[in-house]
């Protein structure tokens, strides 16, 4: 699961992805901190963990699995 928060500090968009576990128990309240200026931009109920990074970051990321993705398929042609 995928969330978009825009900081409100910093204006910085953070995508925040959420990866439950299998057995869930209480669900825990997290702070999600703005990975670029630190502050404090929402709370959420969690159970599992999840991973905070910029758009920038992740687009950045979504490009490199891209090519990943094309390396392989010329390697089977
Ligand atoms: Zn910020």
Known sequence: MEKEI??????????????????????KVA???CP????????EPIDGW??????EQYNFQLQIDRQKEEIKFEGII
């Open 6 to 27: 825009k900081c409100s500090k910093c204006d910085v968009e953070t995508i925040i992805i959420e990866n439950r576990l299998f057995f869930t128990e209480e669900r």
């Open 31 to 33: 702070n999600i901190i």
């Open 36 to 43: 670029s200026c630190n502050t404090k931009i929402a709370e």
């Open 50 to 55: 999840f991973f905070i990074q910029t758009k």
